[in-house]
């Protein structure tokens, strides 16, 4: 069965503080493709990464970072020095190659409240 | 070029009504998917298209059905409106759903629905 976990329902920081976005996965595909996007109020999913089954390096683009462990099934997401402007609802989504419509499985989101 | 489109923005029904909903696709894209996002979850996969023949549906009553042109755009129409149906609809894009090749979805900006 297929699914994502994001067990962090609502995160708040202070500004410049780091926070983690945790996301777990299931799935039976050996072939498979993780995301993380950011839903600001206006609803529109901004697209953040994506990351292939069979490629673990870890990701830093700035602030945000990615650490993606097959061993643990995690795909966790990283903000450095967090600003207002971060706060937003995130999700983490998983697409199987063999699903036939690489249909995406979406967590139910962590919020994450930024505060000056 | 420009992402994809969907409209109204807006919509507001009463129960028991029927509602479409429109989604232009990005150009060359030939693949449209559905989603529900009910508040406070993440989207909920309903159906996906690809040159105009269904390809996947999700864990939806058959009140909800869909269906592309020949420009590669597409409706998803909801029956008999029940409360529970208020929530953002998002279509997303991708340029095929060959199960070789990984193509990444595009989301537009959604229509909210909202059912009194």
């Known amino acids: 069965a297929q699914k994502v976990t994001q067990a962090q329902t609502e995160i708040s920081v202070v500004e410049k503080e780091d926070v983690t976005l945790d996301c777990v996965y299931e799935t039976r595909d050996t072939t498979y493709y993780l995301f993380w996007y950011k839903q600001p109020p206006s609803g529109e999913l901004v697209f953040l990464i994506r990351?292939?089954?069979?490629?673990?390096q870890n990701e830093i683009s700035g602030r945000y970072s990615w650490n993606f462990q097959k061993s643990t099934s995690s795909f966790n997401f990283t903000i450095t020095a967090s600003q207002v402007v971060d706060s937003a609802v995130y999700f983490c989504a998983l697409s199987e190659a063999n699903s036939g419509t690489y249909k995406y499985i979406f967590g139910t989101g962590t919020r994450l409240k930024v505060l000056a | 070029d420009a992402g994809v489109t969907q409209s109204p923005t807006h919509l507001i029904k009463t129960r028991g009504q029927q509602v479409t909903l429109r989604c232009s696709p990005i150009?060359?894209?030939?693949?449209v998917s559905w989603y529900q996002q009910v508040l406070g979850q993440g989207p909920q996969f309903i159906f996906q298209y690809y040159e105009k023949e269904e390809r996947g549906r999700g864990n939806f009553p058959d009140r909800f059905s869909a269906r592309q042109f020949p420009n590669y755009s597409s409706e998803l129409n909801v029956n008999a409106l029940l409360l529970g149906d208020s929530a953002l609809y998002l279509c997303a894009s991708s340029l095929s759903n060959r199960r070789a090749t990984y193509n990444e979805q595009f989301f537009g900006p959604g229509t909210r629905l909202t059912v009194l």
């Open positions: 990351r292939n089954s069979f490629d673990e």
């Open positions: 150009s060359g894209h030939k693949s």
